[in-house]
């Protein structure tokens, strides 16, 4: 199964809710290590990434919804995160030009550019306590996945996030408000993590009930 750029957009709606649904526990992570605006961000972000893709006008690519949400993400957030999401999408989306549909190795495509493009960006690397703390053992996992079905390959990446959302905890900061915290920040996962494991769940959700 591989996704049409009308079915991503579908999924990417269903992504938008799913971290609007979660402000308050995204709120929370980042109180407990940050300045506690992480789950008000992500809202902001996702509002303006469903107004985007609403108005998007038919046909058009993978590429361009995806470019289309790291640019809604990149204006509407501000901040760190604003930058570095907006960056994620964009440069997935960018690695996914010219591919007409998004598969298992599309996945892996978008992920290890996203990866890479928010390590350029921000300067962190993984075990810093960041999202790449998730978005990297995913990206690792959809590569080793690419020849296995679309959604056991979401699924896997998914749960990849997942393990490195918990290995977080045991991590301490080495960026941003948490970085002041040192050894108090130990216990608590980090917050953009937590966004990276609900966006590749909800996506990997909505893989399975799409038709074959
Ligand atoms: P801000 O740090 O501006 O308050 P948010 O609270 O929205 O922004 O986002 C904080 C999240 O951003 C952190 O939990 C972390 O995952 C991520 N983050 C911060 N700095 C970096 C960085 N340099 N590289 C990757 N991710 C980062
Ligand atoms: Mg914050």
């Known amino acids: 199964m591989a996704l049409s750029p009308e079915q991503v957009c579908r999924m990417l709606l269903s992504v938008a809710d799913a971290i609007i649904a979660a402000e308050p526990q995204l709120s929370q992570a980042d109180r407990d290590l940050g300045d ?8 902001r972000g996702m509002e303006a990434v469903k107004l985007k893709l609403h108005a998007l006008t038919q046909p058009y690519s993978l590429e361009q919804v995806l ?21 994620l999408f964009r440069a997935g989306g960018k690695a996914l030009s010219g591919h007409a ?28 306590k960041t999202l790449l ?58 917050a953009g993590a937590m966004s990276i494991c609900i966006i590749l769940r909800t996506l990997a959700n909505q893989a399975g009930q799409q038709p074959a």
């Open 36 to 43: 506690g605006d992480h789950g008000l961000g992500m809202q």
């Open 67 to 87: 470019n289309t949400t790291g640019m809604a993400m990149m204006s509407s957030m501000g901040g760190a995160s604003g930058a570095l999401f907006g960056t």
């Open 101 to 128: 549909t998004l598969g298992s190795a599309e996945l892996a495509q978008f992920l290890s550019a996203a990866a890479a493009a928010v390590m350029q960006r921000g300067g962190a690397k993984p075990g810093d």
């Open 133 to 190: 703390d998730s978005l990297v053992p995913a990206a690792e996992k959809a590569l080793e996945s690419q020849t296995l079905p679309f959604t056991e390959a979401l699924n896997a990446a998914a749960a990849a996030a997942e393990a490195g959302l918990e290995a977080s905890k045991q991590m301490i900061a080495q960026f941003g408000r948490a970085k002041t915290l040192g050894p108090a920040c130990l216990g608590f996962p980090d």
